[in-house]
C-alpha cells in the first residue's frame, strides 16, 4: 500500500508560481505511474498531470501545457508540480494519485489506487 502526502499550496496572485510536493511513503517500490488531479466546487475533477516512472514518458492537459511541469526526486520518492503563470482558473484542490499499473488513460482518476488529501491552491 502506498501513503501519499501533499504540501505546497497557497493562494498567490495571478502570473505567480507555486510548487506542490507529493511524499511517497510505504510500498514505493510498486509505483508506475504518478500524478496530479484537480478539483474546485462545481467543475468536474481534471487530470493535471502524471507521469510513467522510468519512461520519461510525462503527460499534461491542454490546460496547463507550457506553464506547469511535472517532475520526480525518486531517491526521496517526491513527485513535484511546479505551476508558473498561474490563473484564476487554476484555483482548486490539487491531489496527487499514484497505481502499480500504467494507468490509461493517464487522467483516468479511478484508475488510481493511491490518492492524497489534496492541497489547495488559491489564485486571485
Known amino acids: 500500500h502506498v501513503q501519499l502526502v501533499e504540501s505546497g499550496g497557497g493562494s498567490v496572485q495571478a502570473g505567480g508560481s507555486l510548487r506542490l510536493s507529493c511524499v511517497a511513503s510505504g510500498s514505493t517500490y510498486s509505483i508506475r505511474s504518478m500524478g496530479w488531479f484537480r478539483q474546485s466546487p462545481g467543475k468536474e475533477r481534471e487530470g493535471v498531470a502524471a507521469t510513467l516512472r522510468g519512461s520519461g514518458i510525462t503527460y499534461y492537459s491542454d490546460s496547463v501545457k507550457g506553464r506547469f511541469t511535472l517532475s520526480e526526486d525518486t531517491s526521496k520518492n517526491i513527485l513535484y508540480l511546479q505551476m508558473y503563470s498561474l490563473k484564476p482558473e487554476d484555483t482548486a484542490m490539487y491531489y496527487c494519485?499514484?497505481?502499480?499499473?500504467?494507468?490509461?488513460?493517464?487522467?483516468?482518476?479511478?484508475?488510481?489506487?493511491?490518492r492524497g488529501q489534496g492541497t489547495q491552491v488559491t489564485v486571485s
Open positions: 494519485v499514484a497505481d502499480a499499473k500504467a494507468v490509461v488513460p493517464w487522467d483516468w482518476f479511478g484508475g488510481y489506487s493511491s
